[in-house]
């Protein structure tokens, strides 16, 4: 039998040198837990990435009386205006809008929302759509927006002046409309 000298025995070295190295991976594992990037929740709809911000949309349900509004909350789509979210989903609940008419873009001048709406937006409602669509375009901004004071619409670059009947040439006073 050979006898075992010190060069034939392994020290604590490596031992050492393992529980370092266990010590380094698990703090970086806990750094990047802790201070990692984090994993957006995304949208039920189109799996873009959310930002945790809620929007308010209307909803109208005609009645005997007129339309009575409610509302609802959605996760706001990283990079889209809370305004867009909101209008474009009060758009997508009312029957008389055809599916193709979005709000395209918002533009803020002081307290107005200029809302550059798809030519498709722009055309001739019945009365009691005409009214219905306006007022919850003003609740929406109103609801996401509440430092907004007037709203003016445009489709195509150019101003909207009617939906039907009503006149919307200028800023409209969202408080007006929302008596």
Do not use: C
Request: net charge neutral.
């Amino acid at each position: 039998m050979s006898k075992k000298t010190k060069k034939d025995t392994p020290g604590s070295g490596p031992l050492v040198v393992l529980a370092v190295l266990a010590i380094i991976v698990a703090g970086g594992l806990f750094y990047y837990v802790k201070y990692g990037p984090t994993k957006q929740p995304t949208s039920p709809k189109d799996g873009r990435p959310t930002i945790g911000r809620k929007v308010t949309i209307p909803k109208a349900t005609a009645g005997n009386e007129g339309a009575t509004f409610s509302s609802e909350t959605r996760d706001i789509p990283e990079g889209t205006d809370a305004i867009e979210a909101s209008v474009n989903g009060f758009l997508e609940s009312v029957p008389a809008v055809q599916p193709e008419a979005r709000l395209q873009a918002v533009k803020y001048e002081g307290d107005n929302a200029e809302l550059e709406f798809s030519s498709n937006f722009n055309q001739t409602y019945g009365t009691d759509d005409e009214s219905i669509i306006i007022k919850g375009i003003m609740k929406a901004v109103s609801s996401n927006k509440p430092n907004v004071k007037t709203v003016t619409f445009l489709a195509g670059g150019k101003p909207i002046e009617t939906l039907g009947s009503i006149d919307l040439e200028g800023p409209q006073n969202v408080h007006d409309w929302l008596k």
